[in-house]
């Protein structure tokens, strides 16, 4: 793939798009963040690739035509904003039950040693958790049917290159937040503020839940 595939006024733009909206605070990074202070880095990492992983299936599903069919085919797209909203919904009562809990859970030591290590399982369910907060959202497939289009020239040669792009762009971003809030001074505000966090993320779930469940309605 030459260079200029990667590097086209309108594929920088995509990339720009798809930064802000993944840097900015929302869902997956306070979760992210919530499992690296309490959990250890390989448990948010586990997380985070989960993520990547389901904001890459929507991608390749937006790049190969599949999106426009998804989004004329109503019940199934109604039937995944009603299992989306429920799904944040049920993770806004997790995070609330965490805020009322009096007794902070114990962070996690950020090392690096095997012992420290979650098993494999718990990994495993821990990158589920993170690809079906993005697979439950259809407001997702919205999200790449608008990168794809504004990263488009007059071919499809580029989308190879904007999935390429966007997928380093989400590793870098989700990644960081993973080993930057798994770090000790992170982990120690976290200790800190822990029930005023968790209360926050209970409501950003909430919030999205139950907006997710409002647009089914419509």
């Excluded at 985070?48 to 991608?59: D, E, P, Q």
């Amino acid at each position: 793939m030459s260079t200029h595939a990667f590097f086209s006024a309108n594929l920088l733009l995509a990339y720009a798009a798809y930064f802000v909206g993944t840097a900015s605070p929302g869902p997956s990074n306070l979760a992210i963040m919530s499992i690296a202070a309490t959990q250890g880095r390989h448990a948010a990492l586990a997380f985070a690739f989960g993520v990547i992983s389901g904001s890459m299936f929507w991608a390749t599903v937006a790049t190969v035509g599949i999106a426009a069919a998804l989004l004329a085919y109503s019940q199934f797209l109604f039937a995944i904003k009603i299992f989306g909203g429920l799904y944040l919904l049920w993770l806004a009562f997790k995070s609330g039950r965490t805020a009322f809990r009096r007794t902070a859970l114990a962070p996690a030591a950020a090392t690096s040693s095997k012992a420290d290590r979650p098993p494999p399982q718990a990994l495993r369910a821990l990158y589920v958790r993170g690809a079906l907060l993005h697979l439950t959202n259809p407001k997702a497939v919205l999200v790449w049917a608008s990168i794809v289009a504004l990263s488009s020239d007059h071919a499809s040669r580029s989308h190879g290159g904007v999935i390429a792009g966007c997928a380093a762009i989400g590793v870098v971003v989700f990644c960081s937040y993973a080993i930057v809030f798994s770090m000790d001074t992170a982990r120690r505000f976290y200790t800190r503020t822990r029930r005023a966090l968790d209360g926050c993320l209970a409501v950003v779930f909430g919030v999205a839940g139950i907006r997710l469940l409002a647009w089914s309605s419509r």
